[in-house]
């Protein structure tokens, strides 16, 4: 029950606070009873014993009646009562060692069979329990009495229902001997024959709730006995004639202390008012103030929200907390990978949130595994949708168009709870329309404050995020908050990346969302390059050979032209272009994709490799060039089997002061591909814009320029 470092365990009613020491003792009826005795608990003399001679001279010490029961048992397995006289003693002796091998003999008291449930220190529920037994009708047997008895549909083989099956077995068998009975007796009218001594549900007893007729004495002592034994949760059984007087007037005692107590008889009493028991569990597990959740962050869309997860793991592990995080790229706790590959769904999502260091988990929300399986997590914090654009993967799972695949993308968006936040794109039609599926509240985001959307939200008094001259703002209502400058976050390029600066926003979005204070976001993003050891594939900048190149992971239209116009801002003339896609994409879309790049590069490279997902050789090559026959710029076109060979192929052909996007097949192999390249054969470094840009006037060229109306860390109405 719950998540990551406040997580809590509980297996019936055993809780992970339930000490291992304290159920051996309350196993063992001789070290439990030496204990209760040392507190003025009253409980009954006795002793264990070696044979079934010394259970008799026992009993003759004690004095008649006498019980006798297994020293190590539950469930009642193996307990007899009231025993007055040697035969039943030496009888109940041996049954008693079918199921154990140490007995123990003590003075049976008279009265009333009671179960006690004591829960983090306070008595919750009472039952009064009576043994099985049997109603004479003068016609019927034993045994066809005890048949009518379990067709109630209140009993079953187990535990799964309110009560259990009456069984005849050995102990049964001598219970209906003392009576002058078999199994095949036909008791009197209105006989009662008991079938059990012992009350226990397990051997078929039933239960009457009596909680509010607990004296204080008694609820005291049972108290008392569950914590000399040292339970959180506990089951103690007293015998007394009257529970609702103290025991020592009435020779009443505690005959045991249980772990793991029986639940069903205060949930489904056989007669009486039902306990909140359950409840009363979850109250001492999550005290006030206590709910076992960790702050949860899920991000998806169609672009950007690999670079948007990674960025607010950042931003929060910043602040000093260890966190949890699942991408396309692997599964990381505390900055470290514990697994890789494409860790975006459910079964991720769980590894996180189950881990006991985890303090707050940021999830990438794939649509796979939203189809697959589910979200992976009940509910989030903040829920976070970077775009729509023109959809991925269409085709897929029967989500044909982008308004399906927006119905997809929205479950994140229906899974914040009422007092989270969804974080939208407001100037994508298709995300911004999620807003009226969220429980709780909506952050809009958009480079512009003057988009309808945003302004819509923000003259209701809601909280938006936007671009004012070069400096991110904070706005709830007339209240603005200026958070940093765009050229101080490394992630932006100065600000030139408008896709970047648009991903920045969603993570200030989310962050704002969790409640973290201004100082720890601009730390935060001021802190998170844009190298691949933080975004690995996405908008690397390295110089190779003289000519620069812009490794990216980008495999879809919405992606390639979010890239294309921020190669836009680049002098470099001439421009290569490494691209695929797998083949699980419909041919229009990669008709599409072949089409942009024609129109905006000089060289297109293309390659197929191991996604080629049922698609015949070339097949993918052929959808591309239907696509770039169109275009209006490419003069070269080549087609290579293998990324590393398409790579190979490029860097042999591009020149000093070139431009090449580099698409990255896989992020592993394209990182260590780079790496080893760039540390081995000294073919390049990587670099930042205003070394790829060369130019002076890098302001100028910035999309969000900085005029800084709005001062840094300043709020204002």
Known sequence: MGYGVHQ??????????????????????????????????????????????????????????????????????GVATNLQSKEQVIAAYHAAREEGRSIVVERHAPGDDYRMLVIGGKLVAAAR?????????????????????????????????????????AVALGVLLEQGMTPDTIPAVGKKVLIRRNANLSTGGTATD?????????????????????????????????????LQGQRGVIVEVNAGPGLRMHLEPSAGSPRPVGEAIIDMMFPEGQNGRIPIVSVTGVNGKTTVTRLIAHMIANTGKKVGMTCTDGIYVGGRRIDSGDCSGPQSARSVLMNPFVEAAVLETARGGILREGLGFDCCDVGIVTNVGEGDHLGLSDVETVEQLAVVKRCVIEGVHKQGFGVLKADDPLTAAMAERCKGRVIFFAIHESDPVLLAHRQKGERVVFVRDGIIVMAEGEQETGVTSVNQIPLTHNGRIRFQVENVMAAVAACWGVGMPVPQIVSGLESFSAHMDKVPGRFNLLEVHGATVIADYGHNASSLLAVIDALSQFPQG?????????????????????????????RIILYEDQYTRGRQPGEIAAMFKQGI???????????????????????????????????????????????????????????????????????????????????VGQTKT
């Open 629 to 711: 026959d169109r275009g209006r710029r490419a003069r070269e076109v080549y087609d290579v089997v293998g990324w590393e060979n398409a790579v190979d192929r490029a860097l042999k052909l591009i020149k000093p002061g070139d431009l090449m996007l580099l698409q990255a097949d896989t992020i592993d192999a394209t990182v260590q591909y780079l790496q080893r390249a760039m540390e081995h054969e000294n073919l390049g470094r990587e670099i930042d814009l205003n070394a790829a840009l060369q130019t002076k006037d890098d302001t100028a060229k910035s999309p969000v320029a900085s005029n800084k109306s709005v001062a």
């Open 8 to 77: 809590r365990r509980i297996c019936t009613a055993e809780t992970d606070a339930t000490s291992a020491i304290a159920e051996s003792i309350a196993q063992d009826k001789d070290i439990t009873r030496m204990l209760l005795r040392s507190i003025g608990v009253p409980t009954p003399e006795g002793r264990p014993v070696e044979n079934a001679e010394d259970a008799w001279e026992a009993a003759e010490d004690i004095g008649l009646p006498v019980v006798v029961k297994p020293q190590y048992g539950n469930h009642g397995r």
């Open 210 to 246: 009596v909680t509010d007729m607990v004296h204080p004495d008694v609820a005291r002592h049972a108290i008392e006995a569950a914590r000399i034994v040292g339970l959180d949760i506990a089951g103690v059984d007293i015998v007394a004639q009257d529970i609702a007087q103290p």
């Open 129 to 169: 329990r009576e043994p099985a037994h049997v109603i004479g009708d003068g016609q019927s047997t034993v045994q066809q009495l005890i048949d009518k008895v379990n067709e109630d549909p209140r009993r079953s083989d187990g535990h799964a229902t309110s009560l259990s099956l009456i069984k005849i077995d």
């Open 574 to 602: 001439h421009r290569t272009v490494v691209y695929s896609a797998a083949g699980d994409r419909r041919d229009v879309d990669m008709i599409r994709q072949g089409e942009i790049l024609a129109d905006h590069f000089d």
